[in-house]
């Protein structure tokens, strides 16, 4: 197993996204990411250091170290201890600094602040939207949607549609097939009128058996049988109304949103 640290004077957001990116490249090596995260002060930063001997005296090999960290003199506490360490800012800033022929801020923080008051009022709005009309309520709303998730139980519409209106502040219902529904040819009566907002997730069976389970185990709801029958009708009434369709089961959050923008060209301005 390899210790990974992701350091950050801030929330660790832009740091993980970044780590783990690269992490990823390397599937057959086990990672164990700790988040050391409002590294602000030398202390705080001495402390890091503490922390990173440890855990090389502990496991016999040092820890990856990924960091953003905007003050000179917080990154200069690890320099000094000789650490090996993947500075994430020091990498692009100078570059960028010598490109654009202009010093940066380096403020703390700053990736993730609130630097447009409107577009941060609207995906607070639309959070509050994918809330409001989640699981299929509120259907008399469904006009102001920008986008209808639909699919069976726990296939991810909820999670999706909440990423998609918090990042980019689409107006994103969704709407659970069940019963009667999966057996028919036709869209509910509620999505009918609504058939070009519609982008449908599935999943394996297998995999949806196993999220059900963790859920509700024991239940029919969770079984192997009912999960492959529920998988296929979905799919076979979203390819006879030819609504957009997805796979979920091997990607995150993230991806499933990006690849809904990139294949709905309504969102794409986003």
């Known amino acids: 197993m390899q210790h990974a640290f992701i350091v950050s004077d801030r929330t660790g957001l832009t740091a993980a996204a970044m780590a783990q990116s690269l992490m990823s490249q390397f599937p057959r ?39 953003t960290v905007a003050q000179e003199a917080i990154r200069e506490v690890f320099r000094q201890e000789e650490l090996e ?13 010598q490109r654009l022929g202009t ?19 609207a995906r607070i709005a639309a959070v509050h939207f994918a809330l409001q009309t989640d699981d299929g309520l509120e259907l008399d709303h469904y006009g102001r949607a920008e986008l209808i998730v639909v ?15 918090l990042h980019y502040g689409i107006y994103v219902a969704n709407y659970p097939l069940t019963g ?21 997730l599935t999943i394996d069976p297998r995999r949806l058996t196993q999220i059900r389970s963790e859920r509700l185990p024991g239940t029919r709801y969770a079984e192997p ?13 979203f390819r006879s109304n030819r609504v957009p369709l997805l796979n979920t089961t091997r990607m995150s959050v993230e991806e499933i949103g990006a690849m809904i923008v990139n294949r709905v060209p309504a969102l794409q301005q986003r």
Do not use: N, W
């Open 29 to 67: 090596v086990d990672f164990h990411t700790r988040m050391l995260t409002f590294v602000d002060t030398t202390a705080k930063a001495r402390a890091v250091v503490d922390q990173v001997r440890e855990a090389t005296v502990r496991d016999g090999t040092a820890p990856l170290m990924f960091m």
């Open 85 to 97: 360490v993947f500075d994430l800012f020091e990498t692009f800033i100078g570059p960028l600094e």
């Open 103 to 121: 010093a940066s801020s380096h403020t703390v923080g700053r990736s993730h602040a609130v630097g447009d008051e409107a577009a941060y009022s």
């Open 151 to 165: 699919g069976v139980s726990r296939c991810g519409k909820t999670p999706v549609s909440l990423y998609l209106s």
């Open 180 to 200: 009667d529904e999966l057996g028919r040819r036709t869209l509910p009566p509620a999505l009918e009128p609504h058939r070009d907002k519609l982008f449908a």
């Open 225 to 237: 049988a009912t999960c492959q029958q529920e998988v296929a009708q979905a799919e076979s009434l």
